[in-house]
């Protein structure tokens, strides 16, 4: 199998308008997407994940680099690169007056997909919209435009789905449904690339994740390694509500939590719990209960993108 995705020195500059200067949204990327994962494209508001996407999706030209999809360079393949990608944009884009139905259809027509290979009623009952397929689609509610979306995004099987934030700003059975979507796809051999905001998801969902700021890639690691990047534990002391903060090992930082508890972070690599408890001890502090806290995705991000 090919890589599903490879980038190389991608560049977007946006022209200046009226008062607002020019904008350099991607300044030199490099990144490599391999077949069969589900990758995730992580980054503050502003990073440049969606104008990254857009070009992919062949929406947005780029100033300068190279985008392959599927071994296919965008430049010299145009017609097959693009049918190896389905893309489900940011914005709720769509046209009132089509059904779910006449939507998909005329999707189809676009990616040049033969009657006999459509696969619309499928689609419409994978998303479950097969009690609206017929009505307008001004009339659907926002959850069932971005379910429609998706299946825009499915019409021409595509090798790659793109999902760009996804779920934002929608209900949790609607975001249960589309992962559970987006995991038999790519359970079936679906390579998947999704941006979103909610870290957690990201963590459960992507095997892999890059995390883009001012328009260039700061990490790309698999989940896991990722996550054991920061040195950073948590222990979290019920000290039954006493007092200053003990005198600490150097490294460790005490922080008391809104509920009374007081946390201490401390590097692994250079402490160990025993010094830290040993330490609160010494200090007459009693300790009537322990928990351990790793470092979750959200920290590393935080880290990662600070300015
Ligand atoms: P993200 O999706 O990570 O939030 P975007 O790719 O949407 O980031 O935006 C990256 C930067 O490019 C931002 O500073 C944004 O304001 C700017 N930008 C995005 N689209 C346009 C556009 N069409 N014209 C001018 N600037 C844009
Ligand atoms: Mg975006």
């Not at 680099?65 to 049918?83: H, L, M, T």
Request: net charge neutral; hydrophobic share 40%.
């Amino acid at each position: 199998m090919p890589d599903a995705i490879q980038i190389s020195g991608l560049r977007k500059t946006y022209a200046a308008q009226g008062n607002a200067p020019a904008k350099d949204a991607l300044k030199g990327v490099d990144l490599t997407i391999r077949a069969g994962s589900i990758f995730g494209l992580l980054g503050p508001n502003g990073a440049g994940k969606s104008t990254m996407i857009n070009i992919l999706a062949g929406l947005v030209n780029k100033t300068a680099g190279k985008v392959s999809i599927w071994g296919f360079d965008q430049d010299v393949n145009p017609r097959q690169s693009r049918a190896a990608i389905g893309v489900m944009p940011q914005e709720l884009n769509m046209d009132p007056f089509f059904s779910p139905r006449a939507s998909l259809e005329v999707q189809a027509g676009l990616y040049g997909v033969p009657k006999s290979e459509r696969w619309t009623d499928e689609l419409l009952e994978l998303v479950g919209l097969t009690a609206q397929a017929n009505s307008y689609a001004r009339s659907l509610s926002g959850g069932m435009k971005r379910r429609l979306l998706l299946a825009k995004a499915l019409v021409h099987r595509p090798h790659i789905l793109v999902l760009d934030e996804p779920t934002a700003g929608v209900d949790i059975t609607l975001r249960e449904m589309l992962w559970k979507n987006v995991r038999r796809l790519n359970e079936q051999g679906m390579t998947i690339i999704l941006t979103t905001h909610y870290l957690e998801e990201a963590e459960q969902m992507c095997d892999e994740i890059a995390i883009i700021n001012h328009g260039q890639v700061v990490v790309r690691q698999s989940t896991q390694d990722l996550l054991s990047r920061t040195d950073g534990k948590t222990l979290v002391l019920d000290t039954g509500g006493a007092v200053p903060h003990p005198p600490l090992p150097a490294g460790a930082r005490p922080e008391t939590r809104p509920d009374g508890r007081l946390a201490i972070t401390y590097p692994p690599s250079r402490l160990r719990a025993d010094q830290i408890l040993d330490a609160v001890r010494a200090a007459g502090v009693p300790i009537l209960d322990v928990a351990a806290e790793q470092p979750d995705l959200e920290d590393v991000f935080v880290e990662l993108t600070r300015d």
